[in-house]
C-alpha cells in the first residue's frame, strides 16, 4: 500500500572527484543510484562536473561555476587533493560552506572515499546529520622523490609535513562518523586495529557489484575474430587505470619483454597519466603489449572474454601495514566473464580466488613474472579451471560467496546501513551480520 511519506534525503558524496563519467570512484557508485532512488530521494555531490554526460539523475557540485577562477576552469583533473596546508584549509572553508547551506537538505550521508575521507562528514556533523564514510583503505602517501629545491618551493614549503598529518586527520573523522562501510573484512578489521573505530561503532563489509549484462560469459573464438585476435595466441587482458598507483601493471610488462614466452601477447585497455611510462617500458624490452585505450565497458568485456588470463597487477606496499584492503572491482567482473585471473598473494585475493581454485597468486615482482612465464599452465588447465569458474556462478557459490555481486545486491546492502542509521540503530550487535554481506 502506497502512502504519501517523503523519502529519506540521502546525499552521496564525492567531494574528491571532478566528475567525469569514466572516473573508477563514479563508476563503483553511481550504478547502485537507481535501485538506492526506489526507495530514497538521493543527490550525488561532486566538487565539480568536467564533462556532462551520463549526468541524469540529482546533483550537486561544491564549487560555483560562476565563481571559478581562471586557473580552476583550466583544471581538467579529475581527483582533488589538497597537497598544502592553504589549500587545505580553502578547501574545508568550502566543505563547511556547502554544509552550512544544505544541512536541512538531507537526512543522511554517505562520503565516498578520498585522501581526506571524513572532512565533508565532519562538517556535517555540526548539524547532527548522521554520516557514513564508504572507506576503500589507508594509504601510504608516499614521499616525492624530486629534490625540495625543484619546482615550486615555496608551494611545497607550504605542505611540509602534510602527508603525515593527513593519516591522523583521517582517523579523527573517521572515529567521528555515524557508521563505516568497509570494502572489505580486512580493512573493517584494521580499522578496530588501529582505533579507527571500536567494535561497538556499526562497521559493514560491503564490496562492489558487477554489471551482469555486460561482464558475462562469452565464446572465446567470437570475441577473438571481432577483434581480430589469433585464436592460438595465448592472450594476457588487463583492464584498469594506467596511473601506476593502486594498479601496477609494470613489472609484468618488463618481464614479458624480458622472457618473451611463445605466442603470449597482453592487451591493455584503460588509460591514465602514467600510460606513456608504460609504453617505454614495453618498447624498451620489446614486450608483446598493445594499448588500446580507454574502451566502453561493452568493448573492454569483449577483450576478456578473448583471453585466456586476466591480469590484476596490485601494489600492496601503498597501503598501510602492506595490507591489501580493497575489494577489487576488476576480479569479479574477470570472474563474471568466466576468466581465470593472475594477482597478487594476499589474504583478499585468497579468498576472491578461494586459493588458486580460479586463477593464479603470483607476486607483483619481474622476477615472479618471469618464472610463472617459463611454467605457464595448459590450454587444458585453463579449460578445467573456467569451467570451475562458470559451474560456481551458476550455482551461485560466488554470489554467495559476495565475489559477483549485481549493483541490486549491492544497494539492497547499502539499504540495510541507511535503514539502521536513520532509525538510530547504533551498535555493533544491530549493524547487519558479517556473514549477511561478506563472508570471508
Same mark, same amino acid.
Given at each position: 500500500?502506497?502512502?504519501?511519506?517523503?523519502?529519506?534525503?540521502?546525499? &552521496?558524496?564525492?567531494?574528491?572527484?571532478?566528475?567525469?563519467?569514466?572516473? @573508477?570512484?563514479?563508476?563503483?557508485?553511481?550504478?547502485?543510484?537507481?535501485?538506492?532512488?526506489?526507495?530514497?530521494?538521493?543527490?550525488?555531490?561532486?566538487?565539480?562536473?568536467?564533462?556532462?554526460?551520463?549526468?541524469?539523475?540529482?546533483?550537486l557540485?561544491?564549487?560555483?561555476?560562476?565563481?571559478?577562477?581562471?586557473?580552476?576552469?583550466?583544471?581538467?583533473?579529475?581527483?582533488?587533493?589538497?597537497?598544502?596546508?592553504?589549500?587545505?584549509?580553502?578547501?574545508?572553508?568550502?566543505?563547511?560552506?556547502?554544509?552550512?547551506?544544505?544541512?536541512?537538505?538531507?537526512?543522511?550521508i554517505?562520503?565516498?572515499?578520498?585522501?581526506?575521507? !571524513?572532512?565533508?562528514?565532519?562538517?556535517?556533523?555540526?548539524?547532527?546529520?548522521?554520516?557514513?564514510?564508504?572507506?576503500?583503505?589507508?594509504?601510504?602517501?608516499?614521499?616525492?622523490?624530486? @629534490?625540495?629545491?625543484?619546482?615550486?618551493?615555496?608551494?611545497?614549503a607550504?605542505?611540509?609535513?602534510?602527508?603525515?598529518?593527513?593519516?591522523?586527520?583521517?582517523? !579523527?573523522?573517521?572515529?567521528?562518523?555515524?557508521?563505516?562501510?568497509?570494502?572489505?573484512?580486512?580493512?573493517?578489521?584494521f580499522?578496530?586495529?588501529?582505533?579507527?573505530?571500536?567494535?561497538?561503532?556499526p562497521?559493514?563489509?560491503? @564490496?562492489?557489484?558487477?554489471?551482469?549484462? &555486460?561482464?558475462?560469459?562469452?565464446?572465446?573464438?567470437?570475441?577473438?575474430?571481432?577483434?581480430?585476435?589469433?585464436?592460438?595466441a595465448?592472450?594476457?587482458?588487463?583492464?584498469?587505470?594506467? *596511473?601506476?598507483?593502486?594498479?601496477?601493471?609494470?613489472?609484468?610488462?618488463?618481464?614479458?619483454?624480458?622472457?618473451? @614466452?611463445?605466442?603470449?601477447?597482453?592487451?591493455?585497455?584503460?588509460?591514465?597519466?602514467?600510460?606513456?611510462?608504460?609504453?617505454?617500458?614495453?618498447?624498451?624490452?620489446?614486450?608483446?603489449?598493445?594499448?588500446?585505450?580507454?574502451?566502453?565497458?561493452?568493448?573492454?568485456?569483449?577483450?576478456? !572474454?578473448?583471453?585466456?588470463?586476466? &591480469?590484476?597487477?596490485?601494489?600492496?606496499?601503498?597501503?598501510?601495514?602492506?595490507?591489501?584492503?580493497?575489494?577489487?572491482?576488476?576480479?569479479?567482473e574477470? $570472474?563474471?566473464? !568466466?576468466?581465470?585471473?593472475?594477482?597478487?598473494? /594476499?589474504?583478499? $585475493?585468497?579468498?576472491?580466488?578461494?586459493?588458486?581454485?580460479?586463477?593464479?597468486?603470483?607476486?607483483?615482482?619481474?622476477?615472479?613474472?618471469?618464472?610463472f612465464?617459463? *611454467?605457464?599452465?595448459?590450454?587444458?588447465?585453463?579449460?578445467? $579451471?573456467?569451467?570451475?569458474?562458470l559451474?560456481?556462478?551458476?550455482?551461485?557459490t560466488?554470489?554467495?560467496? /559476495?565475489?559477483?555481486?549485481?549493483?541490486?545486491?549491492?544497494?539492497?546492502?547499502?539499504?540495510?546501513?541507511?535503514?539502521? /542509521?536513520?532509525?538510530g540503530?547504533?551498535?555493533?550487535? *544491530?549493524?547487519?551480520?558479517?556473514?549477511?554481506?561478506?563472508?570471508?
Amino acid at each position: 500500500m502506497k502512502t504519501n511519506q517523503k523519502k529519506p534525503r540521502i546525499c &552521496i558524496a564525492l567531494p574528491g572527484i571532478n566528475y567525469l563519467p569514466y572516473s @573508477p570512484y563514479v563508476l563503483s557508485t553511481l550504478p547502485m543510484v537507481p535501485y538506492l532512488a526506489d526507495d530514497y530521494d538521493i543527490t550525488v555531490v561532486y566538487r565539480k562536473i568536467l564533462e556532462p554526460q551520463g549526468l541524469d539523475y540529482k546533483y550537486l557540485t561544491l564549487l560555483d561555476e560562476s565563481q571559478m577562477s581562471e586557473k580552476e576552469r583550466q583544471n581538467k583533473q579529475g581527483y582533488h587533493n589538497p597537497t598544502d596546508y592553504v589549500n587545505l584549509l580553502k578547501y574545508r572553508k568550502v566543505l563547511e560552506q556547502f554544509a552550512a547551506k544544505h544541512a536541512e537538505d538531507f537526512d543522511l550521508i554517505l562520503e565516498k572515499e578520498w585522501p581526506l575521507l !571524513g572532512a565533508f562528514s565532519v562538517a556535517f556533523a555540526k548539524y547532527n546529520v548522521p554520516t557514513v564514510l564508504l572507506a576503500e583503505a589507508v594509504y601510504k602517501f608516499q614521499k616525492k622523490s624530486e @629534490p625540495f629545491w625543484k619546482g615550486n618551493v615555496v608551494r611545497k614549503a607550504l605542505g611540509l609535513g602534510l602527508d603525515r598529518l593527513r593519516p591522523q586527520l583521517r582517523k !579523527g573523522w573517521t572515529q567521528k562518523a555515524t557508521g563505516i562501510v568497509a570494502e572489505t573484512e580486512q580493512l573493517k578489521e584494521f580499522f578496530i586495529d588501529r582505533g579507527y573505530a571500536t567494535k561497538q561503532k556499526p562497521i559493514y563489509p560491503i @564490496p562492489y557489484g558487477v554489471d551482469l549484462q &555486460i561482464f558475462a560469459p562469452r565464446d572465446r573464438q567470437i570475441c577473438r575474430e571481432e577483434l581480430g585476435i589469433k585464436s592460438d595466441a595465448f592472450v594476457l587482458t588487463y583492464v584498469g587505470s594506467l *596511473n601506476r598507483f593502486i594498479q601496477e601493471p609494470g613489472p609484468i610488462i618488463e618481464a614479458l619483454g624480458r622472457e618473451k @614466452p611463445k605466442n603470449v601477447v597482453l592487451h591493455i585497455v584503460g588509460d591514465g597519466n602514467k600510460r606513456h611510462e608504460l609504453e617505454e617500458i614495453a618498447s624498451k624490452y620489446n614486450a608483446p603489449v598493445i594499448f588500446h585505450g580507454r574502451l566502453p565497458q561493452e568493448k573492454a568485456a569483449v577483450y576478456i !572474454g578473448a583471453s585466456d588470463i586476466c &591480469i590484476a597487477p596490485y601494489n600492496r606496499y601503498l597501503y598501510a601495514d602492506d595490507k591489501f584492503t580493497c575489494a577489487s572491482l576488476k576480479i569479479p567482473e574477470y $570472474m563474471a566473464c !568466466g576468466r581465470a585471473v593472475l594477482t597478487i598473494p /594476499c589474504e583478499r $585475493m585468497e579468498y576472491l580466488l578461494d586459493g588458486q581454485k580460479y586463477g593464479f597468486l603470483v607476486e607483483n615482482e619481474v622476477d615472479s613474472y618471469r618464472e610463472f612465464f617459463r *611454467n605457464l599452465p595448459s590450454k587444458t588447465e585453463l579449460e578445467k $579451471m573456467e569451467a570451475t569458474i562458470l559451474n560456481d556462478l551458476q550455482n551461485s557459490t560466488l554470489k554467495d560467496k /559476495c565475489i559477483v555481486l549485481s549493483w541490486r545486491d549491492i544497494a539492497e546492502m547499502h539499504k540495510q546501513v541507511i535503514e539502521d /542509521c536513520l532509525a538510530g540503530k547504533f551498535s555493533w550487535s *544491530n549493524s547487519p551480520k558479517s556473514a549477511d554481506l561478506v563472508t570471508q
